[in-house]
C-alpha cells in the first residue's frame, strides 16, 4: 500500500505563493502519474494538475498559467506551485496517484488518494 501525504497548505493573501508537496511512502512501489485535484464543500473535485512520470502535464485552464506541478522521481514526491492565488482558489488540495507494486507478479496498477490539505486565500 502506498500512502499519500500533502502538506504545504495554509493562509495566504490574494497574490501570494504556495508550494504543496505530495510525499509517497510505501514500500516496493512505483510511483506513475501524478495529480492535484481541489474541492470546495458542497462542489465536484476537480482536476487541477497531473504529471506522468515522464513529466508530461496537463492543467485545468483556470490554473495553467498560474500553477506548475513538478516531481521527484528520486523522492517520490509531487509539488504544486502555485502563484497569484485568488480568493476562489480557496479549496481543499488532494493529491491523486496511480502507482504499481513492483513485488507481485502480475504487475496491476493501483491508485491512492492523501487526505488532503487546506489552502485559504483570504483578502
Same mark, same amino acid.
Not at 82 to 89: A, H, Q, R
Not at 100 to 122: A, E, F, H, K, M
Given at each position: 500500500?502506498?500512502?499519500?501525504?500533502?502538506?504545504?497548505?495554509?493562509?495566504?493573501?490574494?497574490?501570494?505563493?504556495?508550494?504543496?508537496?505530495?510525499?509517497?511512502?510505501?514500500?516496493?512501489?512505483?510511483?506513475?502519474?501524478?495529480?492535484?485535484?481541489?474541492?470546495?464543500?458542497?462542489?465536484?473535485?476537480? !482536476? *487541477?494538475? +497531473?504529471?506522468?512520470? =515522464?513529466?508530461? &502535464?496537463?492543467?485545468?485552464? %483556470?490554473?495553467?498559467?498560474?500553477?506548475?506541478?513538478?516531481?521527484?522521481?528520486?523522492?517520490?514526491?509531487?509539488?504544486?506551485?502555485?502563484?497569484?492565488?485568488?480568493?476562489?482558489?480557496?479549496?481543499?488540495?488532494?493529491?491523486?496517484?496511480?502507482?504499481?507494486?513492483?513485488?507481485?507478479?502480475? !504487475? *496491476?496498477? +493501483?491508485?491512492?488518494? =492523501?487526505?488532503? &490539505?487546506?489552502?485559504?486565500? %483570504?483578502?
Amino acid at each position: 500500500q502506498v500512502q499519500l501525504v500533502e502538506s504545504g497548505g495554509g493562509l495566504v493573501q490574494p497574490g501570494g505563493s504556495l508550494r504543496l508537496s505530495c510525499a509517497a511512502s510505501g514500500s516496493s512501489f512505483i510511483l506513475n502519474a501524478v495529480g492535484w485535484y481541489r474541492q470546495v464543500p458542497g462542489n465536484e473535485r476537480e !482536476l *487541477v494538475a +497531473r504529471i506522468t512520470r =515522464g513529466g508530461s &502535464t496537463n492543467y485545468a485552464d %483556470s490554473m495553467k498559467d498560474r500553477f506548475t506541478i513538478s516531481r521527484d522521481n528520486a523522492k517520490n514526491t509531487a509539488y504544486l506551485q502555485m502563484n497569484s492565488l485568488k480568493p476562489e482558489d480557496t479549496a481543499v488540495y488532494y493529491c491523486n496517484a496511480d502507482w504499481i507494486s513492483s513485488d507481485t507478479i502480475p !504487475l *496491476v496498477i +493501483r491508485n491512492s488518494w =492523501g487526505q488532503g &490539505t487546506q489552502v485559504t486565500v %483570504s483578502s
